[in-house]
């Protein structure tokens, strides 16, 4: 302040002053430039030319110089600048072009990025899967340095600022000291959503309780049912009710109406009375004692069974411990959503897969249990601009309310692993991967071989997962000995299935012939318009389409095992 009590006004740089920095500067760059060129020179020359990786750095340094002085040209009058990618809608709003200070920082920031980027990409003297890693750090850092994620290198949140008198700032404090208080970052309103009030509420009763899971089992909608019924093992990394998130976009409901009689496993978020769960626990004493629970309670010989995730991959251990045992017709079909048994071309997550990630596991698992909160957190790493920069920008620097979203209020809701299942699973699996390799794993003493299992399943797959990516997902169909349906949906890990036949959103590819890869599937695959459920439902229909009244057992409660409370239990609510 003056003495007057008025503002003082800086003023703004002249054209004049602006073009003698940018000679400045770019005289400065040319002679870096001409510099790295000498430098280049001499890399090619014999002496040096054996040394490995030298002249591409050389080369890379040069490449980088010149792209710094094209950028500064821009910048001399009458230039026009450069638009921002349009995937990157970090920098989509027009104040970053308008302003040339800002039109600078980004433009400034998108080739430091692309340069270092460009830089890990020539890496040719590293392992493969630490060049991935490597790149992928380096994209987090990159994300985590964006001047979209500070308020005085954003000019939106500038503009907000003088607009609010700074109100979006403490609006900002507040959502972020409220996530530094529950240890997790927010993503929607957390008051828009209740489950059993507005999302998973399809109407059901919970008919049996273990220590591992509540077995629910839903109203029949119809008044005749597929004898077979079908059994859901959603994965226990997440809460069941991403199969159920409302009336529109819930499988579970979709099923039902068209005549399954649908049961689904709600499995206990992990605690210390859990510390010594293990996977032989949730293939015998999870989903087989789920699946022979439903055989006898509706008096059938077998069942139709979905696997998520990780439930799909463990519902091949299932299927292969049947198989061992010869009770292998106990299912009649099986299908898995986004499932990996070969864990050779994982996804991201393999990036995280070391000894050194392994012992930290195991360090934060010290109560017998790994709490949700870190797998949220590295869930949220593996797309760290969408799932934690979008955030701090919209809802910390420029204090905006949380927009209520179903499927990130699922995304939120974290349930805890056993710390021994969390860990075999990590290091047998992901590191090892021993689940394709023929009696390397036993489940309750008894030798594992996916090559024994003759079951028809149908692999459905998202195309652009990157949690299972498809090739990842394909090589199930080359350890199953039995006829295999491969489906490829649009879109990714959730909405590829997720994806309601009324939504109209979408497509998937089918391919008939024999083929050997999923190159070859997805050279010969006709694309169909849509959700792939209706193609699913047939497929099931084809192995059984004895139809049964909705009667007696049939309706939850009425039969052996009476109703122990409404869907969607306690089990969901963490309780």
């Excluded at 991959?313 to 411990?321: E, Q, Y």
């Excluded at 106990?330 to 959503?337: E, G, L």
Aim: hydrophobic letters at 40%; one cysteine or more.
């Amino acid at each position: 302040m003056n003495d007057t009590g008025t503002t003082q006004q800086h003023a703004l740089p002249s054209l004049a002053d602006m073009q003698q920095w940018t000679w400045v500067i770019g005289r400065a760059q040319q002679m870096m430039l001409e510099f790295s060129m000498d430098a280049v020179k001499q890399a090619a020359s014999p002496a040096t030319a054996a040394i490995p990786g030298l002249a591409e750095t050389a080369q890379a340094q040069q490449d980088f110089w010149a792209s710094n002085l094209a950028l500064w040209q821009r910048f001399l009058p009458g230039a026009e600048s450069a638009a921002a990618p349009e995937s990157d809608r970090r920098f989509a709003a027009p104040q970053w072009r308008d302003n040339p200070m800002f039109d600078l920082i980004r433009q400034s920031y998108q080739l430091v990025c692309n340069h270092l980027l460009k830089s890990v990409d020539q890496l040719d003297s590293v392992d493969p899967k630490q060049k991935e890693q490597l790149r992928f750090a380096t994209q987090g850092m990159l994300d985590a340095l964006s001047p979209s994620n500070f308020a005085f290198t954003n000019p939106v949140v500038l503009e907000k600022v003088i607009e609010t008198g700074g109100q979006n700032l403490v609006r900002g404090l507040e959502n972020m000291l409220r996530d530094l208080a529950k240890g997790q970052l927010t993503h929607t309103d957390p008051d828009a959503f209740e489950v059993g009030r507005n999302i998973a509420v399809t109407p059901g009763k919970v008919v049996k309780e273990t220590p591992l899971y509540q077995l629910i089992q839903y109203s029949p909608t119809t008044e005749t049912v597929y004898r077979t019924p079908l059994v859901i093992f959603p994965p226990w990394i997440n809460r069941f009710y991403i199969l159920d998130l409302n009336p529109q976009k819930s499988f579970v409901r979709w099923a039902v109406e068209q005549g399954l009689t649908v049961f689904v496993v709600s499995w206990k978020s992990a605690d210390a009375s859990m510390k010594d769960t293990v996977w032989d626990d949730y293939v015998v004493r999870g989903q087989i004692d789920a699946i022979d629970t439903v055989r006898d309670l509706l008096d059938v010989p077998a069942v139709h069974a979905i696997g998520y995730c990780v439930a799909g991959t463990t519902l091949a251990a299932s299927l292969a411990w049947l198989a061992a045992n010869g009770r292998a017709d106990a299912v009649r079909s099986a299908t898995f959503f986004t499932t990996q048994v070969d864990f050779t071309r994982a996804g991201d997550l393999n990036l995280f897969i070391s000894d050194d990630y392994i012992a930290l596991i195991e360090a934060l698992s010290a109560p017998g249990y790994l709490d949700g909160r870190y797998m949220a957190a590295t869930f949220n790493l593996l797309r760290g601009r969408d799932l934690i920069w979008s955030y701090v920008q919209n809802n910390y620097l420029l204090g905006q309310d949380y927009a209520p979203f179903d499927l990130l209020h699922w995304n939120g809701d974290t349930t805890n692993l056993p710390a021994k299942w969390h860990k075999a699973y990590l290091s047998d699996l992901y590191r090892d991967n021993r689940l394709v390799q023929p009696g390397s794993i036993a489940i309750d003493g008894t030798p594992i071989d996916l090559g024994r299992i003759t079951t028809p399943a149908y692999v459905q797959a998202g195309r652009e997962d990157h949690i299972a990516p498809p090739e990842s997902v394909w090589k199930l169909t080359e350890h199953l000995a039995g006829p295999v349906q491969f489906v490829l949906a649009g879109s990714g890990h959730i909405a590829g299935v997720v994806n309601p036949p009324a939504a109209r959103k979408y497509q998937y590819w089918l391919n008939d012939a024999a083929v050997g890869s999923l190159d070859e599937f997805s050279a010969g695959a006709r694309e169909i318009a849509g959700s792939w459920w209706p193609h699913w439902l047939g497929w099931l229909e084809s192995h059984e389409a004895e139809r049964v009244e909705a009667t007696g057992a049939r309706i939850p409660g009425a039969g052996k095992l009476k109703a122990i409370e409404d869907a969607p239990g306690r089990y969901v609510r963490g309780q």
